[in-house]
């Protein structure tokens, strides 16, 4: 069965600071990995994905993720966070099994906690 | 703007009644999706539509209906069936393949 799991509830960063957000994934076939960020009461929004090519993919927000292929990984990391980075992040892989449908399987989610 | 559009954005429910949760897009994508959002859970797939007229169930159908009359909307029917349906309810839409999905800004559902 395909999953993913974000190992942290919550992560807390200075701002200025480098921030990694974790996750890992498990999949049958090549994996298609996205992150997105949720503020309170909206929905989510699309911030990065991975399909195919370079491990290291870069996004919005000044967002970039690393593909680790044999350590079936995909972390979310920004060089230096923001006050206003602080939000939860989902981490999601398409689910193959069911063909093209488009299907996601989300994590639990990693609330970003940034200070000033 | 291109976008997709979730209403109401808070809305009660009483014993016995039944709900309906409206979606519409206007990006032209061909995927709708309805998903459940509770907290430290995640979001949970409730139904998704690939096209006009068909629809499958996601992990956690029961309790709700949906149908899918016209490419823009994607209405979520909370029936009375579902005991359990305080919780954030998230639209979202996508072009086939590996395209990202796009949501809305949800509809918040308590009980009376």
């Known amino acids: 069965a395909q999953s993913v799991a974000q190992p942290e509830d919550q992560v807390n960063v200075a701002e200025g600071n480098p921030l990694t957000v974790k996750c890992t994934y498990s999949?049958?076939?090549?994996?298609?990995l996205f992150w997105y960020v949720q503020y309170p009461n909206r929905g989510l929004q699309f911030l990065l994905k991975?399909?195919?090519?370079?491990?290291l993919v870069k996004g919005s927000y000044g967002f970039e993720a690393e593909f680790n292929k044999s350590q079936t990984s995909f972390h979310l990391k920004k060089p230096s966070a923001l006050v206003s980075d602080s939000a939860l992040y989902f981490c999601?892989?398409?689910?193959?099994?069911?063909?093209?449908?488009?299907?996601?399987?989300f994590g639990q989610g990693t609330t970003l906690q940034v200070k000033p | 703007d291109g976008g997709i559009t979730q209403s109401p954005k808070y809305l009660f429910r009483k014993e016995g009644q039944n709900v309906t949760l409206s979606c519409e897009q206007n990006?032209?994508?061909?995927?709708m999706y309805w998903y459940r959002q509770d907290p430290g859970q995640g979001l949970r797939l409730i139904y998704y539509?690939?096209?006009?007229?068909?629809?499958q169930k996601g992990d956690i159908a029961e309790g709700y209906s949906v149908s899918r009359e016209k490419k823009e909307s994607f209405p979520l029917t909370v029936t009375s069936a579902q005991k359990n349906p305080t919780a954030f309810y998230l639209c979202?839409?996508?072009?086939?393949?590996?395209?990202?999905?796009?949501f809305g800004d949800g509809t918040r559902l308590s009980i009376l």
């Open positions: 999949v049958s076939g090549n994996p298609y």
């Open positions: 979202a839409s996508s072009r086939f393949g590996n395209q990202p999905q796009h």
């Open positions: 991975y399909i195919t090519g370079d491990n």
């Open positions: 990006l032209n994508h061909d995927a």
């Open positions: 999601a892989v398409r689910a193959v099994q069911h063909g093209n449908t488009g299907k996601l399987i």
């Open positions: 539509s690939q096209i006009v007229n068909d629809f």
